[in-house]
């Protein structure tokens, strides 16, 4: 059965370093997603990405967010200078619809920023 | 705006019974979904269980059943024989009509503890 990968399962980065998250979504899904998750709390919606371009972003996804689809598999979630507050479960979802169709997740990133 | 209510932080049950996680939702769309998702210890989210607006019956897959009341704006879901390997965090999750991109909006979650 087709699913959502993502690499790494963990990272451990200093504060104003770079990180790239990468997922690949299911081959012939339309829509992406990425979420995260601080410790002990719910799920928040980051950014959606359609087409080629970010479709809606939430207030958290400010200057020092990027996503890109270099390619027609990849799709990554950069953090241009990490601060520890940037530590999280980092999910990538993805479907085929975006009305009709479930989200499937990815098995996260746990992103830990010292 | 939407919200998604989950109010049970926590519950317990024994093997082989039933257990209802509460889910409570509010939108001024007529058209939306919701979702179950689990996540284990291991951190990832497993979809359990879609139940669009407009379906007329209660969705079902296997031992996992959503009791959706839309009047009452719940969407309780409702596991029958309850395993060992069902312990794990449990979050309601609703999809809005609007815009492109249909994010999923999460509930707090609740953990389900299931007890020999």
């Known amino acids: 059965e087709p699913e959502v990968t993502q690499t790494p399962s963990h990272q451990v980065t200093q504060m104003g370093q770079e990180v790239i998250l990468r997922c690949v979504p299911i081959s012939n899904h339309l829509y992406f997603y990425w979420y995260r998750q601080i410790l002990g709390q719910k799920v928040e919606f980051l950014v959606s990405f359609y087409n080629n371009e970010i479709s809606e972003k939430s207030e958290i996804f400010d200057d020092q967010f990027s996503v890109e689809r270099p390619d027609g598999s990849n799709f990554t979630l950069k953090i241009r200078s990490t601060k520890l507050e940037d530590s999280a479960m980092y999910f990538c979802a993805s479907t085929l619809s975006a009305t009709r169709e479930t989200q499937y997740f990815g098995p996260g990133t746990r992103l830990l920023v010292l | 705006a939407q919200k998604i209510t989950q109010t049970q932080p926590g519950m317990f049950v024994q093997e082989k019974e039933a257990v209802t996680l509460d889910c409570t939702y509010d939108t001024s769309d007529p058209s939306y979904g919701l979702f179950w998702y689990k996540q284990p210890s291991s951190g990832e989210m497993i979809f359990l269980i879609y139940q669009g607006s407009y379906d007329q019956q209660n969705a079902t897959e296997g031992r996992y059943s959503l009791n959706f009341q839309k009047a009452r704006k719940s969407a309780n879901l409702v596991i029958s024989a309850s395993q060992l390997g069902d312990s794990a965090m449990y979050f309601c999750?609703?999809?809005?009509?609007?815009?492109?991109?249909?994010?999923?909006?999460f509930g707090t979650g609740t953990l389900l503890a299931v007890q020999p």
């Open positions: 999750a609703m999809r809005g009509p609007g815009g492109a991109t249909n994010k999923l909006i």
